[in-house]
């Protein structure tokens, strides 16, 4: 089959077409972006804002600026060529429309329609209506209305269009905000594992014959972690209280320990707190109720631990967790374990104090000051 070639004459047509469409389309970009920098931008701009939110200055700016204009026409009207009634009143109009908006643009339309009408349309210092004069008047009007419908038109895009790119920005600077303490959330998570292990290391070498049961315990403390990770990044935790978190917790490590006869009582003030630092309290939460739960009720079948948080003077929370049990004598783990060195790590993170009592069974309280 033979393909038909086009000839030089249609090449060069088709070439002309693509660059006369390629010009059209630069030409309208570049439009656009000259009237949005003219309508966002600037101190017009700015006293065009001004004039929008204040309706009440716009109409007497509209009278203002026709009365200018009608000065101005009669000014010039021996150096101006005959027929031409409007020529300084189509641009007070376009000004007004501008700046104050499309009511006093539309005011402006009429007021010096008015007057063109009385002052420089023949017979002149009269009302008077023949033909000639109805079609100049609704040729005028209809010039000046579609030219301040644009001109609002033109404005709100542009007004649109600054308001959807301020939103862009906020959203790919929110974007980037999250990402960093996306990067910053997962890099303490990952110390924290490690230090966890590190922990367990030195363990396994004090005594080797019980790294099944270290191997084990790191287990559970990372799925523990785990756990806590993926219900604070849970969407649905935005509307879970403070009492609602800790219960939970404590009802999960309740069924990890079968430990379902110990009870819980919370009193926890509802505050603001980030999620990094509601992450390290968890934590501290699941270590010392873990430890009561395994060691504070030895021979006995009930008991109850008690959390509580709330806020102290001096800009500080008290967090603290007390069980009814044997006391500390009884828990070593409280003393020099894993446990206890890893609620002190998490302690010195949150840059607060540990103090023990252990009065009627064990109270472990936490003061760390409040976020700023």
Partial sequence: MRRAIASPSHQQEGRNHHGILRFTCQSEKTIM??????????????????????????????????????????????????????????????????FAGPGPGLAASAVSALAAWYFFLEPAHKFALSPTIAVALAFYLTTVVTAVGMLHLLRTTALRLQAEREMSLSLAEQRAFLFRELQHRVANNMAFLVAILSMQKSSVRAAPRDAEAVLDDAIRRIRLF?????????????????????????????????????????????????????????????????????????????????????AVPNGHLRFSITDDGIGAQGDADTTSGLGNLIVDALVEQLGGTKRTSTAQGTQISITFPAEG
């Fill in 33 to 98: 972006r000259r009237m949005h920098k003219i309508f966002t931008r600037g101190r017009p701009a700015a006293l065009a804002n001004t004039l929008h939110n204040r309706p009440w200055l716009g109409y007497p700016m509209a009278i203002a600026v026709v009365w200018i204009a009608f000065v101005l026409r009669m000014k010039l009207g021996a150096a101006l060529p005959p027929g031409l009634p409007f020529i300084t009143l189509v641009p007070a109009v376009m000004i007004v429309a501008f």
């Fill in 226 to 310: 785990s756990t806590i990770h993926r219900r604070l990044h849970d969407p649905d935790s935005a509307t879970r209280s403070l009492s609602d978190h800790f219960q939970a917790l404590f009802n999960e490590l309740v069924e990890a320990t079968n430990s379902r006869s110990i009870t819980c009582t919370l009193v926890v003030e509802q505050m603001p707190i980030s999620g990094e630092r509601l992450m390290t309290l968890s934590l501290i939460a699941t270590e010392l109720m873990t430890n009561a739960l395994k060691h504070a009720f030895s021979g006995r079948e009930t008991g109850v631990i008690d959390i509580s948080l709330s």
